[in-house]
């Protein structure tokens, strides 16, 4: 910490704090050869799980020892349980793994794990001789929250993110699509820099495009309404301005494009050295060039001076508009 005054160890202390490094080391090494050990002999038992657990509470990103863990539930401890029992037994690994991913929300291991976990939860008691769908769904509406609750902890964890719409893909009853385009408001309005929840609103948006739920013209313009208030909230940020690129596409939609470009043009006037604006007008400006042929002259020369203001603006990338400017001429 800055200002605070650092007190040197005494050769005794730093001797003192080797060996207790040194002693750590040698019980995690002496454990992953005892877990290695049997794992390499197919120990299926319970002495093997615990000691599993034991070494991946110190090392989550030990990948070969989540597979020998889920090999002695398969083998060793499944074939010897009631479907109840391996309902609670997967409720504990998924407890297990929820307190391991708060202190290690990145690492993909314990996102696996807990995949697993959930596709092989039973499906629940009988009913009228009939399998009930209650302990499947109890544990995937569980997890749901548990994504949901990670993405509060971090908006922008694409592991979170990705998993989350595993959870929505695979859930015994799924939730409407159109409730995920709230979803993804409420964390854009709360962060427009959400590149996360961005990508996850295109993704909604072509499900429900596809299943005919949503008319794609009227949508779009919606769309185009909503990410609006982004550009203007916060014209430097990147993630609205790349989703408003994904909304144009190629630009086939002339009276489209030539909106959008009359509103950055205006949002220009306003904020005169907004890298994005500029950057958004000639990529624009040149999709109408391409698509629809009309008054190239004067494009042209527009795209021209943008390039000549975004290579004063940004010199590191002076070339890369350099290039572009050639390629008009061409």
Known sequence: ????????????????????????????????????????????????????????????????VWNYRRNILLNGIFPQSTPEQINNLLSNELSMTTTA????????????????????????????????????????????????????ADARNFHAWNYRRYVLANMP???????????????????????????????????????????????????????SNALYTDPEDQSAWIYHRWLIGSGENKAQLEREIQLIFELLQEQPDSKWCMESLVHYKRLLLQNHAQDSQTLKQECGELLSRLADLDPIRYFRYQDLKRDLDQ
């Open 1 to 64: 910490m800055h200002n605070v005054k650092r007190h040197k160890q005494t050769p005794e202390a730093l001797a003192e704090k080797r060996q207790r490094e040194k002693s750590k080391i040698d019980e995690y090494l002496a454990l992953t050869d005892d877990v290695l050990s049997r794992k390499k002999k197919q120990d299926w038992s319970n002495d093997a799980f615990e000691l599993t657990q034991r070494l991946l509470q110190i090392n989550p990103e030990f990948y070969t």
């Open 101 to 152: 991913l708060k202190a290690n929300p990145k690492v993909y291991w314990i996102w696996n794990h807990r995949r697993w976990c959930l596709e092989n939860v039973p499906d629940g008691p009988e009913r009228n001789e009939v399998p009930s769908m209650e302990w499947r769904q109890a544990n995937w509406d569980k997890e749901l929250f548990v994504a949901e609750r990670m993405l509060d």
């Open 173 to 227: 009853t799924r939730r409407p699509e159109t409730s995920e385009l709230a979803y993804t408001s409420r964390k854009i309005g709360a962060n427009f820099s959400n590149f996360s929840a961005w990508h996850q609103r295109s993704k909604t948006l072509v499900g429900l495009w596809e299943s005919g739920q949503l008319d794609p013209i009227q949508s779009r313009d919606d769309e185009f309404e909503f990410v």
